[in-house]
Antibody, heavy 119, light 111 residues
Framework: QVQLVESGGGVVQPGRSLRLSCAASGFTFSTYGMHWIRQAPGKGPEWVAVISYDGSHKFYADSVRGRFTISRDNSKNTLYLQISSLRSEDTAVYYC????????????WGQGTLVTVSS | QSALTQPASVSGSPGQSITISCTGTSNDFIDYNYVSWYQQHPGKVPKVMIYEVSNRPSGVSNRFSGSKSGNTASLTISGLQAEDEADYYCSSYIGGSTPYVFGTGTQVTVL
């Protein structure tokens, strides 16, 4: 069965950096695009970033472009999100999600990892 | 990019049908048929209910159906049940440099 397990969240001071990881299993990781989606407390989901199956294409939300970097290691079945210059508005649960197929939506989500930006 | 617009709340009695709308203003939303819908119960992870406008993943009840016309997509829940009470979000591929967007969300209440 498909499993996505995020890690790396925590309490971080404004301006600092963090790297989130998402360990995937139960499907052929190297053949699917993968996404990061976040959800601030009491708010709806916000799409953050996508990376193509081979890592050659990456896209970001306007709110994070230039500060966040998505990457993947297909040999380790792992997705990453490098977050820098953290702001209070980045406080959220960060989910990794597998796409159904190109452009088709997100069929499996991890349980999420909470990032809290606070001094 | 602008979020897709949904009604804040929709309610219905058990057994009734309800429809949640999702309106986009960009030509990309109108042109593409890549709308998906997610159900989220409190404290839980979002679950896909519909993808590509009207496709239902295996395991999702056939009481859930999707459609799209012009700049508005819709999720219909027929035979409303207590377990359907949750938040629902639409999402769509819209292309461009920020290719995905979520809707503002709709709270469904079963009376």
């Amino acid at each position: 069965q498909v499993q996505l397990v995020e890690s790396g969240g925590g309490v971080v001071q404004p301006g600092r950096s963090l790297r989130l990881s998402c360990a995937a299993s139960g499907f052929t990781f190297s053949t699917y695009g993968m996404h990061w989606i976040r959800q601030a407390p009491g708010k709806g989901p916000e799409w953050v970033a996508v990376i193509s199956y081979d890592g050659s294409h990456k896209f970001y939300a306007d709110s994070v472009r230039g500060r966040f970097t998505i990457s993947r290691d297909n040999s380790k079945n792992t997705l990453y999100l490098q977050i820098s210059s953290l702001r209070s508005e980045d406080t959220a649960v960060y989910y990794c999600a597998k796409e159904v197929g190109p452009r088709q939506g997100f069929d499996y989500w991890g349980q999420g990892t909470l990032v809290t930006v606070s001094s | 990019q602008s979020a897709l617009t949904q009604p804040a709340s929709v309610s219905g009695s058990p057994g009734q049908s309800i429809t949640i709308s999702c309106t986009g203003t960009s030509n990309d939303f109108i042109d593409y048929n890549y709308v998906s819908w997610y159900q989220q119960h409190p404290g839980k992870v979002p679950k896909v209910m519909i993808y590509e406008v009207s496709n239902r993943p295996s395991g999702v009840s056939n009481r859930f159906s999707g459609s799209k016309s012009g700049n508005t997509a819709s999720l219909t829940i027929s035979g409303l049940q207590a377990e359907d009470e949750a938040d629902y979000y639409c999402s769509s591929y819209i292309g461009g440099s920020t290719p995905y967007v979520f809707g503002t969300g709709t709270q469904v209440t079963v009376l």
